[in-house]
């Protein structure tokens, strides 16, 4: 439990709210202003009660150069200082204009008094501010459970995902024998990692949890992969090949709008009964979770006669999470890019604006490039500020169209081509080469399963190409950052 500011330039009113908390348990610091409290930093309370008004204070103990404005003023600091506790903001009586002001300055938890103070008791507002700071605890606890788990994420807009999840862990641990899960939203925004969260909670470890990327399998081998079949059961299989059903606690179906319709048949009856029937044998019984995930819109493929609407029904019906885009959960994107980094990062405030007015339309995917490439401006001055100029320097070497460009010139294709086969020739590139380069790329922005799909290999081949890409990873990252000559021009 961690301590409880009181910033307020009254001491008769602080004296009351300090003694309040600390009747129900709380370690409480109390301040006059600015100056007394900004010297308690680094340290991180866990709530802050602060005026609106400091007029008692002289002004070169004040942050803003307003006093009537000066719990304002506080509040954008703590903002900028990336402070996420609960603020119990205290004013005579807060007009729409300051409340809308305070909100702007602080865009977390604000709680403030609804009435005017002499209709309000101060014991019923500090028990208020201590349920909510009660809550805020939990939440942080959970946050932290999945942290652990290896899904990174502090953001308010997260929590019915994680509460969800933690639900489905809780059905599994008390012995329920089989959980579904639809899991939705944009394309990289961690929906296998909330997935392998969910697993390591519920069965303690990372064994067990197996993934079907549904849009690189033949259609024919799709209920073969996920159900196994006897020997024989059909043409050169000679002995028994057992379905991922049976050999996993948890299976992810991933894209599951590229099932055929065929198999979403089986799939059906598979979530109503969680019984299944491998090709040429007795049917058997899925003991474990089974999670469907899917970047694609279900009722547009249901009105478009692709995906089954008392399929779609079932799954809703049961537990359903929807992933918020990183763009809608932004606090995210700075503690996601710390963990990626190993450390903390500093930013200028247009970088910061920067990264955050970014619509990151690969998500968190796309801020993992983006890590690694600061990996690599960062390696000989890890200590350095990174300003808008490196970042747009990251965002040039990754997402080439993030940048204000002149007016795209036309080419065709044997243009671009000629360019390549000239770049080629000045930087010493063998065709083989050029075909890692293209896999490597196609893996960063489209991931595993589409990249492998765009490129039309097989699992087995690109799995075969993987292992040579990671020998190569720094040969081929330094290659991707080269200059490509500009004639002519494209």
């Keep these: 439990m961690g301590e409880i500011w009181v910033v307020d330039d009254e001491p008769r009113v602080a004296r009351i709210l300090a003694e309040l908390l600390e009747a129900r348990g709380r370690k409480v610091r109390v301040a006059r202003s600015w100056r007394d409290m900004k010297a308690w930093f680094p340290a991180q309370p866990e709530g802050i009660v602060l005026d609106l008004v400091f007029d008692r204070v002289p002004a070169e103990d004040l942050l803003g150069d307003n006093p009537v404005r000066e719990g304002i003023a506080i509040l954008r600091e703590l903002n900028r200082r990336g402070l996420r506790c609960p603020v119990l903001f205290l004013s005579s009586y807060l007009e729409p204009e300051v409340l809308a ?82 899991i939705t939203g944009e394309t990289g925004v961690g929906k296998e990692q909330l997935a392998l969260a969910i697993h390591r909670r519920a069965f303690g470890s990372e064994a067990g949890f197996g993934v079907v990327l549904l849009q690189t399998l033949e259609r024919g081998l799709v209920w073969v992969e996920l159900a196994g079949a006897a020997a024989g059961a059909y043409t050169d299989l000679r002995r028994e090949r057992r379905g991922i059903l049976d050999l996993h606690q948890t299976v992810l179906l991933d894209e599951i709008g590229d099932l055929p319709l065929e198999v979403q048949e089986k799939i059906l009856r598979l979530v109503d009964t969680g019984r299944y029937r491998p090709v040429g044998k007795e049917e058997r019984e899925f003991r474990g979770l089974l999670v469907f995930a899917t970047n694609r819109d279900l009722d547009r493929l249901v009105t478009e006669g692709r995906f089954r609407q008392d399929l779609l029904h079932r799954l809703r019906s049961h537990y359903w999470i929807r992933i918020p885009p990183l763009r809608e959960r932004i606090e995210d994107l700075w503690l996601i890019l710390e963990k990626l980094l190993g450390r903390p990062v500093t930013f200028t405030e247009k970088a910061r604006a920067f990264l955050e007015s970014y619509p990151w339309p690969g998500n968190v995917r796309n801020l993992v490039t983006f890590a690694r490439t600061l990996q690599d401006l960062l390696a000989e001055n890890p200590e350095m500020c990174l300003d808008l100029g490196i970042v747009a320097e990251a965002f040039d070497r990754i997402f080439r169209a993030a940048r204000p460009r002149p007016e795209a010139e036309t080419c065709t294709l044997a243009d671009l081509l000629q360019r390549i086969l000239r770049w080629m020739e000045t930087q010493g590139v063998s065709a083989d080469t050029l075909w890692n380069l293209l896999l490597y790329q196609a893996t960063e922005v489209y991931g595993t399963g589409r990249a492998r799909a765009v490129l039309g290999l097989a699992k087995s081949t690109y799995y075969r190409y993987q292992d040579d890409l990671r020998k190569q990873e720094a040969e081929l990252r330094k290659l991707l950052g080269s200059r490509v000559p500009e004639e002519p021009r494209c």
């Design 101 to 182: 002001l305070a909100r702007h300055a602080y865009p977390r938890e604000l709680l403030y008094p609804r009435e005017k103070d002499s209709r309000v008791k101060w014991e019923t507002l500090v028990d208020f501010f201590v349920q909510k700071l009660q809550e805020q605890a939990a939440q942080q606890e959970l946050f932290a459970r999945y942290g652990e788990a290896g899904f990174w994420t502090a953001s308010p807009r997260m929590l019915p995902v994680l509460q969800t999840a933690e639900t489905v862990v809780r059905r599994l641990r008390a012995g329920k024998r089989f959980v579904t899960l639809l």
